[in-house]
């Protein structure tokens, strides 16, 4: 009974044993490695902040208007967006290094995985951002066209450009990671496809009013004609 | 120097002519009714005045569908009835012309200047092609500043009824007085007199693909000739009474084309305006007397309700352009409007906030710069409705003084002009003005 005991015990410091000789020193390298990759991500991270004041990027960007266009509230600097950039990137660098160095099956296939998908990730990224800017700049050009032109409810119209043209991005980025194609194809289908029938049951309903409108408006025209006699001066 | 491809035909009766001393150009598109009218003043013009040059008459068409060409080839000048002279003079060649390019009176302007300087003529005059006041006399008083007293530019001044020329009177006598200095009343005026020198110098340009093209070529030219010192003057020209353009007409369109070009030749001439002292009148020639105007009628009621409104869906917009300070006042201004205030006012300091604060949007944003100019629409409408009610018992000599009161207001805020411009976060520059106007802008909505 003691012999079946101590050799339990026995394996079982074996096995740690093991485990503590093959996977400490890689953990302790990894985590080596994870904190070198931390110090100098801090480092880049405050050098270029330093760089890019020093040369006055934002001071140029804001001139220039390019940093009107990205951020309206003026808050977003070029240089922190550029230094957090650069410090996440070391410190992602850093956690796939400390990875490599267990090279088990399962880290090489995650480290293979994810730089395969990078890439694609970043475009896809790209894709969205675009669009969110696209969405917002040409909403906020919607609306002003549709307050100038009096046109009913013109926050909601604005609202459904913004939506409909981030949702296209969100289909194109979709696409692109081929990540739930067809599920956001057929979205895409159906909310193109509703947009279209609404706007044709729309345009069958007033086109009755729109007209009785028309012939009122060519008869108040002769009556108002001092009225826009006014835009008509410059 | 960027030059045209003139029309054949252009280019067949320039090289058939060889040389004019005097060019009148008339832009049109669609203008038949009136067209005729202002052919014959200025034929009449040209041989009353100045009957010892070569003139020509040359139309430049936009593609009119209505016969305009026609009506100006078939104008009939009778001379010796219209002057009584005796004795015939030579009749001044006329030329009919379509212009290609950009669809607007800018582009029809440039043909013109391209054929005034082929033909070599000392003097050029621009006048609109819908005018019904126009006189043989505005060919002379156009002319004679450029042709015998050195001049280089004349500038219209006209009786106008206190609620036609908003646009000029609100936005673009003030602005460009309190820039460039030079009291000129009509700088949007439509009708000029140039030297062969100006027109030179408007062809050297390379932004005619730009706003110019359309309804911002009367304030560019204005504006250049100011800023560059050319000789600059204004003639008495008494009414000016015209057709309603054409009732489908953008206003929004209208007002991005000419405060546009005025922004942007803001930043063109920045190193002139940051100099700019107390402003002078510009000369005034012709002999000045009161004339009767046709009324301008205004729905003051709708203007307010559209101001309202967009208040609520422009705010965004607005903030992001404006100071936080103005947008305050704006904000003020717009709750008092909707609670129902009996009297709508937009104080003076407080629209000459807006106009300059929008120059600097324009200035830090060129990406968004259309968007910016039309939605400055709802808050010029709001404005012109201040004044019509304001201004609603006076008479024109009364309107003018209050016209001056806004003038002097620009000109006491170019201080704060020059700090915006140069700190184009607005965050900043509200919170370093909010001490002094914040109270005085938003209270006296």
Redo the contacts between chains.
Sequence with gaps: MLDILSKVWQDAGDRLQYHVTTYLPSLLAALTLILSFYVAAVLARWVLHKIFKGLTIDKFL????VA??ID???RLRASRLVAEAAYWSLLLSGLLMGLSVFNTDLTTHMIEGFVFLLPKLIVAGLIVLAGAWLSQ?LG??F??????E?LPM??RLAAVVRVLIMFVAIVVAAEHLQFARNVFFAAFVIVVGGAVLTAAIAVAIAAGGGLRRMLDDRRL?SE??????????? | MPEIVLPDEARRATEFLNRADIVIGIPSYNNARTIGHVVRAAYAGLAKYFPQWNGIVINSDGGSTDGTRDAVLSARVEDSHLMLLTTPVVAAHRLSVPYHGIPGKGSAFRLIFQLARNLGAKACAVVDSDLRSITPEWIDLLLRPVMFAGYDFVAPYYH?HK??????NSIVYPLTRALYGLRVRQP?G?EFGMSARLVERYLQREDWETDVAR?GI?IWMTTIAIAEGFRVCQSFLGAKLHD????G?D??A?LQQ?VGSVFLLMQEYENVWEQTGATAPAELFGFRYDVGL??????VDRMIQ?FV??A???R??WT?AMDPVTMSGVNELARQAEAGARHFHMDDELWARIVLDFACAY??????R??IL??L??LYIAR?ASFVIETETMVASEVEERIEKLCMQFEELRPYLRQRWNN????QGGLEHAGHSEQSVAGRG
Excluded at chain 1, 143 to 148: D, R
Excluded at chain 2, 244 to 247: R, T
């Design positions: 804001r001139q220039s208007g009107y266009m309206r509230s003026g700049y906020r050009g609306l002003v066209w549709a307050v100038n009096d013109p926050r025209h108002e004609r001092g009225e826009r006699s006014l835009w008509s001066h410059l | 106008r609620y036609d020329g908003t646009i000029t949007i439509g309804y009367d309603a353009k054409d009732p007409s206003l929004s209208m000419v046709d009324p301008v009628q205004v729905n559209t409104r967009s609520g869906d422009l965004e917009i992001a200035k830090r944003s060129p990406v968004s259309g968007l039309k939605s629409t709802a012109v184009p976060n607005p965050l």
